[in-house]
């Protein structure tokens, strides 16, 4: 069942089902054609985020739908590495990158919080930088996808394909939840997909500068992220 034939004032209720059976409907198919079932369901209404880590989701993206909506995140924290990446995208590939930002500038945060606010609460900072200028910014949008992958960390094990995003009342798609590091790798090295310089310099997962250290032998990929807090996610997922 797509949006086009239970209609365009479809409630939440409507497209969570949608959600719930499509998630066990495509949990054996591919990432492109996850991605295929997803743009033909929701066209315009559909968007890719990107932490600008690697351009894998947003390139599988292109192929089902040319011209996606990418959407990324620029908390004022990000390396210059990301941003590069960034543009990079938005000047080779087939998809319109989109830009969100926070409604505070770095320095205005420092302002009305006090400086590194990050280091004394970053779940606020989270909240502040990226959860809520996603939320906006996925206002025009009725399903969105993510890179989330299982093998990434235990709190991520039970990732749907397709799934219901409570929260922003939206389909929250996943198409390489099933994915290890080594398909990404190996996707990457196939379609030449552009990967964020910092993979090759000890980072296994790109965030906020002041909150990504390099991952140690043996760790995880996300064990450089909040190193040293209980934190393991910026609440974008929770």
Not at 30 to 35: E, P, R
Not at 127 to 149: D, F, I, N, S
Not at 188 to 198: D, F, M, S
Request: charged residues 30%; contains cysteine; aromatic residues 6%.
């Amino acid at each position: 069942m797509t949006i086009s034939q239970i209609d365009q004032d479809a409630t939440a209720a409507d497209l969570k089902a949608l959600a719930e059976q499509a998630g066990r409907d495509l949990e054996d198919a591919s990432a492109l054609d996850i991605l295929r079932w997803a743009t033909g369901t929701f066209g315009k209404e559909f968007c890719v985020t990107s932490s600008m880590e690697d351009a894998v989701v947003a390139h599988l993206a292109s192929r089902a739908m040319p011209g996606v909506d990418v959407v990324f995140l620029d908390t004022g924290y990000h390396f210059e590495e990301t941003i590069g990446t960034r543009d990079a995208v938005d000047a080779v590939m087939d998809v319109r990158v989109i830009t969100l930002t926070p409604r505070r500038t770095v320095a205005e945060q420092d302002a009305e919080y006090g400086p590194k606010l990050h280091d004394r609460d970053p779940d606020l900072c989270c909240a502040l930088r990226k959860v809520t200028p996603l939320q906006e910014g996925l206002t025009g949008y009725r399903a969105w996808a993510t890179g989330l992958r299982r093998d990434e960390s235990p709190t991520r094990a039970d990732t749907p394909v397709v799934g219901w995003d409570e929260k922003r009342r939206k389909v929250k798609v996943s198409p390489i939840a099933r994915w290890t590091q080594d398909d990404v790798e190996a996707y990457v090295a196939e379609h030449g997909v552009l990967t964020n310089p910092l993979l090759m310099d000890g980072y296994a997962s790109v965030g906020c500068a002041p909150c990504t250290r390099r991952v140690l032998d043996g760790e995880d990929a996300r064990a450089g992220r909040w190193a040293g807090r209980t934190k393991t996610e910026c609440g974008l997922h929770a």
